[in-house]
T-cell receptor, first 112, second 113 residues
Framework: GGIITQTPKFLIGQEGQKLTLKCQQNFNHDTMYWYRQDSGKGLRLIYYSITENDLQKGDLSEGYDASREKKSSFSLTVTSAQKNEMAVFLC???????????FGPGTRLTVL | QQQVRQSPQSLTVWEGETAILNCSYENSAFDYFPWYQQFPGEGPALLISILSVSDKKEDGRFTIFFNKREKKLSLHIADSQPGDSATYFCAASLIYNQGKLIFGQGTKLSIKP
């Protein structure tokens, strides 16, 4: 088995601030993802990385940057936090070419 | 534009009953449909999935029924247990692009003991 660790668990920032969320996985998975989950809504894909040196935009990439530092880690940066961005950010990983995605517990972002 | 829709938004059933969660989609090219289960404070976890070549998939108390012509599917949870209380997400993707899952907005299921 493995685990996905997301840090921090709770993140509070000021409007306009640049904020970074981190994700680590020890599954040895090639592919990693960042999703945003708003209350009462489904998950929306922000960025994903198929292999270590790859980076792909999802449907919600505007206002975000991502970085795949190494195979096991994937970071997401909110470039300028906005109040309507308060949500839970979920990191996931999967075996290359496999369907099943394994999710971390999430980072809850609050913007003051 | 919501490509994957779920209904109802919330559902309460008694313990032992069958809970039925519905999902519909717009893109007829979608061919992989997973259902994810999420408990409060946790990330979603894959519960069961189906490919469009099948019309039914069973795994214990959980069954997916799939109607390709109508672009609809449903998740049936038989003999519902209080531990099944969670939010359930239907998702869809193309097999060749399985990294891009499109999620529905979820159904919050509560099981009354």
């Amino acid at each position: 088995g493995g685990i996905i660790t997301q840090t921090p668990k709770f993140l509070i920032g000021q409007e306009g601030q640049k904020l970074t969320l981190k994700c680590q996985q020890n599954f040895n998975h090639d592919t990693m993802y960042w999703y945003r989950q708003d209350s009462g809504k489904g998950l929306r894909l922000i960025y994903y990385s198929i292999t270590e040196n790859d980076l792909q935009k999802g449907d919600l990439s505007e206002g975000y940057d991502a970085s795949r530092e190494k195979k096991s880690s994937f970071s997401l940066t909110v470039t300028s936090a906005q109040k309507n961005e308060m949500a839970v950010f979920l990191c996931a990983s999967s075996i290359l070419g496999d369907y099943e995605q394994y999710f971390g517990p999430g980072t809850r972002l609050t913007v003051l | 534009q919501q490509q994957v829709r779920q209904s109802p938004q919330s559902l309460t059933v008694w313990e032992g009953e069958t809970a039925i969660l519905n999902c519909s989609y717009e893109n007829s090219a979608f061919d992989y449909f997973p259902w994810y289960q999420q408990f409060p404070g946790e990330g979603p976890a894959l519960l069961i999935s189906i490919l469009s070549v099948s019309d039914k998939k069973e795994d214990g108390r959980f069954t997916i029924f799939f109607n390709k012509r109508e672009k609809k599917l449903s998740l049936h949870i038989a003999d519902s247990q209080p531990g099944d209380s969670a939010t359930y997400f239907c998702a869809a993707s193309l097999i060749y692009n399985q990294g891009k899952l499109i999620f529905g907005q979820g159904t919050k299921l509560s099981i009354k003991p």
